[in-house]
Nanobody
Framework: QLRLVESGGGLVQPGGSLRLSCVAS????????IAWFRQAPGKEREGVSC????????NYADSVKGRFTISRDNAKNTVILQVNSLKPEDTAVYYC???????????????????WGKGTLVTVSS
């Protein structure tokens, strides 16, 4: 069974950057489309970005377009979310999960196909 573990979060000032990692175990990552979701304090979970199996298709939420970049290295069983130009409203716990598809848009929560892990906390504050 696919298990995904997130890391790389931390405290950063507005305008700063972080590199979030998602490492897979229990199965090979290259079978799955992968998405990042986040949950801000007091808010519902939302999709941030996704990447297809081959990496040829990527999608982003409007709120992060131009600032976040998703990539994958199937040989290392890893998906990376590079987050730049961070804003206080990006503060959230970030999760990576497998999803049913990543063709046209960031997947909805209903398309998640793996278990939610602990996530990694990103705090943007001066």
């Amino acid at each position: 069974q696919l298990r995904l573990v997130e890391s790389g979060g931390g405290l950063v000032q507005p305008g700063g950057s972080l590199r979030l990692s998602c490492v897979a175990s229990g199965d090979v990552l290259h079978y799955y489309d992968i998405a990042w979701f986040r949950q801000a304090p007091g808010k519902e979970r939302e999709g941030v970005s996704c990447i297809s199996v081959s990496g040829g298709s990527t999608n982003y939420a409007d709120s992060v377009k131009g600032r976040f970049t998703i990539s994958r290295d199937n040989a290392k069983n890893t998906v990376i979310l590079q987050v730049n130009s961070l804003k206080p409203e990006d503060t959230a716990v970030y999760y990576c999960l497998s999803v049913a598809e990543c063709y046209y848009r960031v997947p909805a929560l209903s398309q998640v196909t793996s278990a939610w892990g602990k996530g990694t906390l990103v705090t943007v504050s001066s």
